[in-house]
T-cell receptor, first 112, second 116 residues
Framework: GQQVMQIPQYQHVQEGEDFTTYCNSS?????IQWYKQRPGGHPVFLIQ?????EVKKQKRLTFQFGEAKKNSSLHITATQTTDVGTYFC????????????FGQGTILTVHP | NAGVMQNPRHLVRRRGQEARLRCSPM?????VYWYRQLPEEGLKFMVY????????ESGMPKERFSAEFPKEGPSILRIQQVVRGDSAAYFC??????????????FGQGTRLTVV
């Protein structure tokens, strides 16, 4: 079945440093979504990428979708303490139409 | 427009009891998904349902677990004869159409199940 791998599992940064998490799918995706989960909270949708090579920005966050639509990345510039949480990518489509397959997530800790 | 509502938020069950988790999707959403999450782990897909139909239950354990999404009322995830290993957070999500059709999923706040 479809697998979505995400690295790194943990990332500790000093406030102001940049952060990147990477996501790879075993199959070609129709779209990839990114979610953020605060400690003790629930996943909240951040963004969706659909087109090959697509790049989207939300303030300090930059999301990319690979040309082959099998990998994606999330980059945060100049992290802040409010960025702490777990960032998940989730792939849809391919052989698993109709369900979102989540990566394991990257737990981001930001030290002030 | 209320979000995805899950109840209860916290549920404690003794081994061998039944756990019933409820999820009311957002208004207008007919697609419901259940995920399980262990502490500091990812979201593991369990089941995908549309009204009155199970579309994909490939992530659901074959025994003791069942899910339904009736024509009227919330979606129910039922775990019979719970064991300690069932302790986890169970999240429900809903969407207007299937995710493969480029639509986001909205998550409920989850039910934290503790089996003692």
């Amino acid at each position: 079945g479809q697998q979505v791998m995400q690295i790194p599992q943990y990332q500790h940064v000093q406030e102001g440093e940049d952060f990147t998490t990477y996501c790879n799918s075993s199959t070609t995706l129709s779209n990839i979504q990114w979610y953020k989960q605060r400690p003790g909270g629930h996943p909240v949708f951040l963004i969706q990428l659909v087109k090959s090579g697509e790049v989207k920005k939300q303030k300090r966050l930059t999301f990319q979708f690979g040309e082959a639509k099998k990998n994606s990345s999330l980059h945060i510039t100049a992290t802040q303490t409010t960025d702490v949480g777990t960032y998940f990518c989730a792939g849809a489509g391919g052989t698993s139409y109709g369900k979102l397959t989540f990566g394991q997530g990257t737990i981001l800790t930001v030290h002030p | 427009n209320a979000g995805v509502m899950q109840n209860p938020r916290h549920l404690v069950r003794r081994r061998g009891q039944e756990a019933r988790l409820r999820c009311s999707p957002m208004k207008g959403h007919s697609h419901v998904y259940w995920y399980r999450q262990l502490p500091e782990e990812g979201l593991k897909f369990m089941v995908y349902l549309q009204k009155e139909n199970i579309i994909d239950e490939s992530g659901m354990p074959k025994e003791r677990f069942s899910a339904e999404f009736p024509k009227e009322g919330p979606s129910i995830l039922r775990i019979q004869q719970v064991v300690r290993g069932d302790s986890a957070a169970y999240f429900c999500a809903s969407s207007i159409t299937a995710p493969g059709l480029n639509t986001e999923a909205f998550f409920g706040q989850g039910t934290r199940l503790t089996v003692v």
